[in-house]
Protein backbone atom coordinates (compact mmCIF):
# COMPACT_ATOMS: atom_id res chain seq x y z
CA UNK A 1 0.00 0.00 0.00
CA UNK A 2 1.39 3.69 -0.81
CA UNK A 3 2.80 5.30 2.10
CA UNK A 4 4.23 8.61 2.70
CA UNK A 5 8.20 8.96 3.83
CA UNK A 6 10.13 10.76 5.54
CA UNK A 7 13.54 11.36 5.69
CA UNK A 8 15.50 11.77 8.55
CA UNK A 9 13.87 9.91 11.20
CA UNK A 10 15.91 12.10 13.68
CA UNK A 11 17.61 15.31 13.25
CA UNK A 12 19.79 16.96 15.48
CA UNK A 13 20.91 20.66 15.22
CA UNK A 14 22.57 23.45 17.14
CA UNK A 15 20.39 26.52 17.77
CA UNK A 16 20.30 28.96 14.44
CA UNK A 17 21.39 26.38 12.00
CA UNK A 18 19.48 25.68 8.95
CA UNK A 19 17.74 22.35 8.80
CA UNK A 20 15.66 20.72 5.81
CA UNK A 21 13.25 18.03 6.40
CA UNK A 22 12.24 16.01 3.53
CA UNK A 23 9.35 13.89 2.47
CA UNK A 24 7.90 11.51 -0.86
CA UNK A 25 4.14 12.23 -0.54
CA UNK A 26 1.99 9.51 -1.93
CA UNK A 27 2.64 9.79 -5.83
CA UNK A 28 -1.18 10.01 -7.16
CA UNK A 29 -1.67 12.89 -4.40
CA UNK A 30 -1.94 16.57 -5.75
CA UNK A 31 -1.88 18.40 -1.89
CA UNK A 32 0.80 18.03 0.26
CA UNK A 33 1.18 19.35 4.15
CA UNK A 34 3.30 20.14 7.10
CA UNK A 35 2.18 19.34 10.66
CA UNK A 36 4.43 19.41 13.90
CA UNK A 37 3.73 18.10 17.45
CA UNK A 38 5.46 19.25 20.23
CA UNK A 39 5.69 17.24 22.62
CA UNK A 40 2.76 16.45 24.59
CA UNK A 41 0.85 19.00 22.53
CA UNK A 42 -1.74 18.38 19.81
CA UNK A 43 -0.57 18.09 16.21
CA UNK A 44 -0.66 21.32 14.82
CA UNK A 45 -1.31 22.36 11.07
CA UNK A 46 2.03 24.53 9.68
CA UNK A 47 1.40 24.66 5.43
CA UNK A 48 -0.85 23.14 2.64
CA UNK A 49 0.91 23.20 -0.52
CA UNK A 50 -0.62 22.63 -4.35
CA UNK A 51 0.41 23.36 -7.73
CA UNK A 52 4.03 23.98 -6.50
CA UNK A 53 3.00 27.00 -4.15
CA UNK A 54 1.92 27.79 -0.58
CA UNK A 55 -2.23 27.22 -0.56
CA UNK A 56 -2.59 28.45 3.43
CA UNK A 57 -0.42 28.41 6.28
CA UNK A 58 -0.85 28.94 9.95
CA UNK A 59 0.44 31.76 12.28
CA UNK A 60 3.31 29.45 13.10
CA UNK A 61 4.62 28.80 9.29
CA UNK A 62 6.73 32.43 10.00
CA UNK A 63 9.35 33.86 7.49
CA UNK A 64 11.91 31.51 8.96
CA UNK A 65 10.05 28.70 7.47
CA UNK A 66 9.56 27.98 3.63
CA UNK A 67 8.36 24.98 1.50
CA UNK A 68 9.73 23.70 -2.23
CA UNK A 69 8.74 20.65 -4.42
CA UNK A 70 12.35 20.28 -6.25
CA UNK A 71 11.64 17.48 -8.31
CA UNK A 72 8.15 15.51 -9.06
CA UNK A 73 9.03 13.48 -5.85
CA UNK A 74 10.08 15.87 -2.99
CA UNK A 75 8.70 17.82 -0.90
CA UNK A 76 11.05 19.72 1.95
CA UNK A 77 10.34 22.15 4.81
CA UNK A 78 13.34 24.06 5.35
CA UNK A 79 13.87 26.19 8.74
CA UNK A 80 16.46 28.59 8.29
CA UNK A 81 17.69 29.27 11.63
CA UNK A 82 16.65 27.34 14.42
CA UNK A 83 15.16 28.19 17.40
CA UNK A 84 15.01 26.09 21.05
CA UNK A 85 11.17 26.16 20.40
CA UNK A 86 10.96 24.44 16.75
CA UNK A 87 12.06 21.29 18.81
CA UNK A 88 9.15 18.96 17.74
CA UNK A 89 8.03 15.61 15.67
CA UNK A 90 7.23 17.39 12.14
CA UNK A 91 4.60 15.49 9.94
CA UNK A 92 4.53 15.48 6.33
CA UNK A 93 0.97 14.24 4.44
CA UNK A 94 -0.31 14.45 1.37
CA UNK A 95 -4.24 14.24 0.10
CA UNK A 96 -5.68 13.03 -3.16
CA UNK A 97 -7.56 16.50 -3.23
CA UNK A 98 -8.78 18.97 -0.97
CA UNK A 99 -12.76 19.60 -2.57
CA UNK A 100 -14.44 17.51 0.23
CA UNK A 101 -15.43 14.37 1.96
CA UNK A 102 -12.94 11.18 0.80
CA UNK A 103 -10.81 13.52 -1.32
CA UNK A 104 -9.34 15.11 1.88
CA UNK A 105 -8.24 11.86 3.55
CA UNK A 106 -4.66 13.07 4.45
CA UNK A 107 -2.11 10.19 5.20
CA UNK A 108 1.06 11.34 7.36
CA UNK A 109 4.16 9.97 6.97
CA UNK A 110 5.88 8.33 10.31
CA UNK A 111 7.96 12.00 10.98
CA UNK A 112 10.90 13.52 11.72
CA UNK A 113 11.82 14.15 15.40
CA UNK A 114 14.45 17.56 15.36
CA UNK A 115 15.87 18.55 18.20
CA UNK A 116 17.61 22.03 18.35
CA UNK A 117 20.30 22.61 21.08
CA UNK B 1 -10.60 27.24 23.81
CA UNK B 2 -10.53 23.48 22.60
CA UNK B 3 -12.13 22.94 19.06
CA UNK B 4 -12.15 19.46 19.43
CA UNK B 5 -11.96 17.79 23.19
CA UNK B 6 -11.71 14.38 23.16
CA UNK B 7 -12.92 12.03 26.31
CA UNK B 8 -11.56 10.69 28.20
CA UNK B 9 -7.57 11.49 28.18
CA UNK B 10 -6.94 8.20 29.68
CA UNK B 11 -8.37 4.89 29.56
CA UNK B 12 -7.26 1.69 30.83
CA UNK B 13 -9.13 -1.39 30.57
CA UNK B 14 -9.15 -5.25 30.44
CA UNK B 15 -8.60 -7.63 27.47
CA UNK B 16 -12.49 -8.18 26.55
CA UNK B 17 -13.98 -4.99 27.71
CA UNK B 18 -15.86 -2.45 25.31
CA UNK B 19 -15.13 0.88 25.27
CA UNK B 20 -16.38 4.43 23.72
CA UNK B 21 -13.97 7.50 22.79
CA UNK B 22 -16.03 10.47 22.06
CA UNK B 23 -14.97 13.61 20.27
CA UNK B 24 -16.84 16.79 21.02
CA UNK B 25 -17.31 20.24 19.55
CA UNK B 26 -19.49 23.27 19.62
CA UNK B 27 -18.62 23.76 15.79
CA UNK B 28 -19.77 21.85 12.69
CA UNK B 29 -17.34 19.91 10.68
CA UNK B 30 -17.89 18.60 7.32
CA UNK B 31 -15.94 15.74 7.68
CA UNK B 32 -13.81 14.09 10.79
CA UNK B 33 -11.45 11.72 10.88
CA UNK B 34 -9.97 9.27 13.43
CA UNK B 35 -6.12 8.78 13.42
CA UNK B 36 -4.31 5.85 15.76
CA UNK B 37 -0.58 6.78 16.68
CA UNK B 38 1.64 4.81 18.06
CA UNK B 39 4.76 6.72 19.99
CA UNK B 40 7.27 8.26 17.97
CA UNK B 41 5.38 7.77 14.75
CA UNK B 42 3.04 9.33 12.67
CA UNK B 43 -0.81 9.29 12.80
CA UNK B 44 -2.48 6.50 10.89
CA UNK B 45 -5.73 7.38 9.00
CA UNK B 46 -8.16 4.49 10.31
CA UNK B 47 -11.43 6.24 9.03
CA UNK B 48 -13.25 9.63 7.51
CA UNK B 49 -16.90 10.20 8.57
CA UNK B 50 -18.44 13.06 5.98
CA UNK B 51 -22.38 12.79 6.51
CA UNK B 52 -23.88 13.56 9.59
CA UNK B 53 -25.31 10.48 11.51
CA UNK B 54 -22.57 7.84 9.43
CA UNK B 55 -21.56 4.54 11.01
CA UNK B 56 -18.59 3.12 10.01
CA UNK B 57 -17.21 -0.49 11.13
CA UNK B 58 -14.02 -1.60 10.60
CA UNK B 59 -13.72 -5.34 12.74
CA UNK B 60 -14.20 -4.51 15.95
CA UNK B 61 -14.13 -0.64 15.57
CA UNK B 62 -17.58 1.51 15.00
CA UNK B 63 -17.24 4.99 14.22
CA UNK B 64 -19.92 7.39 14.23
CA UNK B 65 -20.77 10.65 13.16
CA UNK B 66 -23.16 12.99 15.27
CA UNK B 67 -26.13 13.86 13.52
CA UNK B 68 -24.97 17.68 13.39
CA UNK B 69 -21.95 16.79 12.60
CA UNK B 70 -20.10 18.61 15.55
CA UNK B 71 -19.39 15.40 17.56
CA UNK B 72 -17.91 11.55 16.90
CA UNK B 73 -17.39 8.40 18.56
CA UNK B 74 -15.37 5.63 18.48
CA UNK B 75 -16.54 2.29 20.06
CA UNK B 76 -14.14 -0.71 20.61
CA UNK B 77 -15.47 -4.11 20.95
CA UNK B 78 -13.89 -6.99 23.06
CA UNK B 79 -10.64 -4.82 22.96
CA UNK B 80 -7.50 -6.71 22.38
CA UNK B 81 -4.08 -5.83 23.42
CA UNK B 82 -2.72 -4.80 20.09
CA UNK B 83 -5.34 -1.77 20.59
CA UNK B 84 -3.05 -0.01 22.77
CA UNK B 85 -2.39 3.01 21.38
CA UNK B 86 -3.24 6.98 20.92
CA UNK B 87 -6.55 7.94 19.53
CA UNK B 88 -6.74 10.97 17.49
CA UNK B 89 -10.21 12.43 16.09
CA UNK B 90 -9.17 15.29 13.45
CA UNK B 91 -11.93 17.49 11.15
CA UNK B 92 -11.62 20.32 9.02
CA UNK B 93 -14.43 23.02 9.91
CA UNK B 94 -17.17 23.91 7.99
CA UNK B 95 -16.16 27.50 8.38
CA UNK B 96 -12.89 26.99 7.61
CA UNK B 97 -10.45 25.42 5.58
CA UNK B 98 -10.78 22.37 3.69
CA UNK B 99 -6.66 21.62 4.07
CA UNK B 100 -6.20 22.76 7.28
CA UNK B 101 -7.02 19.36 9.76
CA UNK B 102 -8.18 20.50 13.26
CA UNK B 103 -6.86 17.64 15.91
CA UNK B 104 -8.03 16.63 19.56
CA UNK B 105 -5.71 15.86 22.20
CA UNK B 106 -6.46 12.30 22.12
CA UNK B 107 -7.51 9.47 23.92
CA UNK B 108 -4.11 7.61 25.29
CA UNK B 109 -5.84 3.60 24.99
CA UNK B 110 -4.36 0.69 27.31
CA UNK B 111 -5.81 -2.99 26.87
CA UNK B 112 -4.00 -4.84 29.67
CA UNK B 113 -3.77 -8.52 29.16
Known amino acids: EPEVTQTPSHQVTQMGQEVILRCVPI?????FYWYRQILGQKVEFLVS????????KSEIFDDQFSVERPDGSNFTLKIRSTKLEDSAMYFC???????????????FGPGTRLTVL | TQLLEQSPQFLSIQEGENLTVYCNSS?????LQWYRQEPGEGPVLLVT?????EVKKLKRLTFQFGDARKDSSLHITAAQPGDTGLYLC?????????????FGSGTQLTVLP
Open chain 2, 90 to 102: AGFLSSGSARQLT
Open chain 1, 49 to 56: FYNNEISE
Open chain 2, 49 to 53: VVTGG
Open chain 1, 93 to 107: ASSPGASGGLLNQQF
Open chain 1, 27 to 31: SNHLY
Open chain 2, 27 to 31: SVFSS
